[in-house]
């Protein structure tokens, strides 16, 4: 099993910053891609950006140049640096890590609970 914890989010003016955190915990050997999704209000829940193992990053087109994604391997961490907010990136940021579980590449995601971000326009 592994543990996902956020941390950070909040209330922002539009233009402003907000930094996120997630550790991640317990059998954390196998993490493949760590990295943040979110979810608006009656919409479905999309990816906003993601980091693997080797380094890899993949983002949403919408916060492209805004956020910026980073990883800490050996603590089992990844923030996400979210610049120039906007009212539509208002949602709730769930921490995402997919977790290689055996040698023939089966994975398993987990999740954390979600820590909510607000822009005010």
């Known amino acids: 099993q592994v543990q996902v914890v956020e941390f950070g989010g909040g209330l922002v003016q539009a233009g402003g910053s907000l930094r996120l955190s997630c550790e991640a915990s317990g059998k954390t050997s196998g993490i493949n891609t760590i990295g943040w999704y979110r979810q608006a209000p009656g919409k479905q829940r999309e990816l906003v950006a993601v980091v693997t193992s080797g380094g890899s990053t993949n983002y949403a087109d919408v916060v492209k140049g805004r956020f910026a994604i980073s990883r800490d391997g050996a603590r089992n961490t990844v923030s996400l640096q979210m610049n120039s907010l906007k009212p539509e990136d208002t949602a709730v940021y769930y921490c995402?890590?997919?977790?290689?579980?055996?040698?023939?590449?089966?994975?398993?995601?987990?999740w954390g609970r979600g820590t909510q971000v607000t822009v005010s326009s």
């Open positions: 995402y890590v997919k977790v290689i579980v055996n040698i023939e590449g089966a994975s398993r995601d987990f």
